[in-house]
């Protein structure tokens, strides 16, 4: 909004002209962001302690969480709101990729704070049969597909996308083959966010991160200079996904004064699906899909811990007839806390390798 009003002014003081630039609009929502999530954050507490909206442990999970049966939960509403308000204060609200991106935090929120409910309110532990949730997840994917398949958004086609480490080499799908590729990356982006929504901070902390990082890419992508220098696709107006992708780091980091270990609130399904579907969007509209599992590879490593499991104990049982695990427990954080780790040291180290695999994403940049 500030965008629109205050640029014209720059003819009354200089200073106006400042809004004009993607880096000053980027760090204010970054800073409105945090601000209105901490003022926020007590309130929302206050308010599902009000009406009885807790956390749900489930009895098949380590036994040190059940303590926690009963700490506020869909706190997520308070980064998805805090990040779209903000966006909305500082970004370009005619840009597509501000739209869409801004778009796809809402409506996985909503899919999200579906599940959240039934859990919670209506006391169903499951929450929302995973068909129907896997179900909403694809059919805003498929759209999200069709829509850029019939309304190219940047000069580069939309079923092009970028190879990590290759800066001559560009991956080409089918058109009805991309369509399907969205549905996968935005589904399973949604979905390993929130198999690692399950120790306080982690989640928050590692989306934090994986944001920052593609404010960064946004911006790069963006610039005709830096686009042309590094060898990447150039995106004319992908630039404004910084002050998006900087609002949602902000509204993680103000959330996360909260869900700190021993956490006040959790984000339940609310923030995850919003989050994971919100980055996993990004990811398609700067045509970076493998740049995010390599940034998201602690999410990764999430999923990947969970489909060995299952997939290890079901060739055990018909093989010698019970199964057998190969984790402690899935997903893998809850592996190491069944090692004997604290919960805080598992999730300051994942955090450090969430860091670290950023590291490596941006090296890719380079190394081309």
Known sequence: MLYHLLPPLADVHI??????????????????????????????????????????????????????????????????????????????????????????????????????????????????????????????GLGLGLFLLLNPISPVPPNHTMVPFFSDVALVFHPWLYVLFVGFVISGSANAVNLADGLDGLAAGLMAIAASTFAVFAYLLGRVDSSAYLGLFYLP???????????????????????????????????SLAL?????????????????????????????SVILQVGYFRYTAAKHGSGRRLFRMAPIHHHFEQLGWPESKVVVRFWIMGILCAMVAFSALKIR
């Not at 778009?103 to 006391?123: H, P, Q, T």
């Not at 959330?255 to 399904?269: I, S």
């Not at 493998?290 to 998201?296: P, S, Y």
């Open 237 to 271: 107006g992908a630039g404004e996904l910084s002050v998006l992708a900087l609002a949602m780091a902000g509204g993680c980091l103000g959330f996360l004064w909260y869900n700190t270990h021993p956490a006040e609130v959790f984000m339940g399904d609310t923030g």
């Open 276 to 304: 994971g579907g919100a980055i996993g969007v990004m990811a398609i509209l700067l045509k970076a899909e493998f740049l995010l599992a390599i940034v998201g590879g602690v999410f990764v490593m999430e999923v990947l």
């Open 15 to 140: 200073v106006f002209n400042l809004f004009r630039f993607i880096t000053f609009r980027a760090a204010g929502a970054l800073v409105t962001s945090l601000v209105l999530a901490f003022v926020l954050g007590p309130m929302t507490i206050r308010a599902l302690r009000r009406f009885r909206i807790g956390q749900v442990v489930r009895a098949d999970g380590p036994a040190s969480h059940l303590h926690k049966a009963g700490t506020p939960t869909m706190g997520g509403a308070l980064i998805v709101i805090s990040t779209g308000l903000s966006t909305l204060l500082w970004a370009e609200l005619t840009n597509w990729y501000t739209v869409l991106a801004l778009l796809s935090l809402v409506a996985m929120g909503a899919i999200g704070l579906m599940d959240d409910y039934l859990k919670v309110v209506k006391k169903r532990t499951a929450g929302l049969i995973a068909r129907y949730k896997m179900l909403g997840q694809w059919t805003f």
